[in-house]
């Protein structure tokens, strides 16, 4: 069945970097379009980032656009989200998710806390 992993969240100070990594697994990963969602406390998931399956194409939310960058790696199966000059706003837990006909998929989350 499909298996998102996401690794690499953690406690930073504001302006710095951190690299999420997101392992898949049970689909032909490379068929994909890949997304990345967080969620902070109290409000609503909201869509950070996405790459469609060949990696050529990316879109960015507003707020992350010039400090967020999307990447994959199709010969590992694996997404990455590269999060530079953080702030205290990018606090979140961080989701995985790609989608097919019949379901959408998401990882367990990864932890991201940008603080002082």
């Known amino acids: 069945q499909v298996q998102l992993v996401e690794s690499g969240g953690g406690l930073v100070q504001p302006g710095g970097s951190l690299r999420l990594s997101c392992a898949a697994s049970?689909?032909?990963?490379?068929?994909?379009?890949m997304k990345w969602y967080r969620q902070a406390p109290a409000k609503e998931r909201e869509l950070v980032a996405v790459?469609?399956?060949?990696?050529?194409?990316?879109n960015y939310a507003a707020s992350v656009k010039g400090r967020f960058t999307i990447s994959r790696d199709n010969a590992k199966n694996t997404v990455y989200l590269q999060m530079n000059s953080l702030e205290s706003e990018d606090t979140a837990v961080y989701y995985c998710?790609?989608?097919?006909?019949?379901?959408?998929?998401w990882g367990q989350g990864t932890q991201v806390t940008v603080s002082s």
């Open positions: 998710n790609t989608e097919d006909l019949w379901s959408t998929y």
């Open positions: 049970g689909f032909t990963f490379s068929r994909y379009r």
């Open positions: 790459i469609d399956s060949s990696g050529l194409s990316t």
